[in-house]
Each structure stands twice: as C-alpha cells, then as structure tokens.
Nanobody, 129 residues
Framework: QVQLVESGGGLVQAGGSLRLSCAASGRTFSSYAMGWFRQAPGKEREFVAAISWSGDNTYYADSVKGRFTISRDNAKNTVALQMNSLKPEDTAVYYC??????????????????????WGQGTQVTVSS
C-alpha cells in the first residue's frame, strides 16, 4: 500500500514557475514508477510526466517537454515536478500516481493512467494570463 500526498500548487502568472512535490508513505516507494497527471475542468485526466523506479528513465507529454522536469528522491520517498515557463493551458488539478512498472517497460506503460495503482488527492495549479 502506498499513500500519496501532493503539495506545491497555487496561482502563478504566465511565464512563472512552480514546483510540485509528492510525499509517499510505505517502505516500497523505491520499487514504484511514479507519474504526474493533470485534469482540467471538463477534460479527461492526461499524462504529464513519469519516472522509472530507479530514476534512470523519464517520460514527458509533448505539451510540457522542455518546460517541466520530473525527479525523485528514493531516500526521502518523494517525487517532484518542476514546472517552468507556465502557460494558462497548464491550469489543472495535478495528481501524483504510483505504478508497478518494471524499469525496462516501454513508454506505453508509463503514459497510460490505467497502469497506475495509487493516486494522490491532487493539487490545484492555476496559471493566469
């Protein structure tokens, strides 16, 4: 069992930055791949970024590539999402999720929310124009 708690959301102007953090409970955190997803009002939840259990592999949605960076600290049971050059279209509730995906699995598994077993409650990110 893994419990996830997100923090760091807020209101920021376009072009600004935010850093989201996800704290995980459970001694097996380091065995899970971690992902960030987001859901805007009236839209489906979508993939943002993911990182393998070791941190060796990272994956990004095309819409955030070059602006967002995912990282993890297995010693502290945390995963972070650094978001730079934010745009109004980045406004959404951001969710942290954990998945039992092996390190050599392909991108397909990391970007699909159906493979994620545990989810946080989400944190609101609002980007004003």
């Amino acid at each position: 069992q893994v419990q996830l708690v997100e923090s760091g959301g807020g209101l920021v102007q376009a072009g600004g930055s935010l850093r989201l953090s996800c704290a995980a409970s459970g001694r097996t955190f380091s065995s899970y791949a971690m992902g960030w997803f987001r859901q805007a009002p009236g839209k489906e939840r979508e993939f943002v970024a993911a990182i393998s259990w070791s941190g060796d592999n990272t994956y990004y949605a095309d819409s955030v590539k070059g602006r967002f960076t995912i990282s993890r600290d297995n010693a502290k049971n945390t995963v972070a999402l650094q978001m730079n050059s934010l745009k109004p279209e980045d406004t959404a509730v951001y969710y942290c999720a954990a998945a039992s995906i092996s390190g050599d699995s392909g991108r397909y598994y990391y970007v699909n929310l159906k493979w994620y077993d545990y989810w946080g409650q989400g944190t609101q990110v609002t980007v004003s124009s």
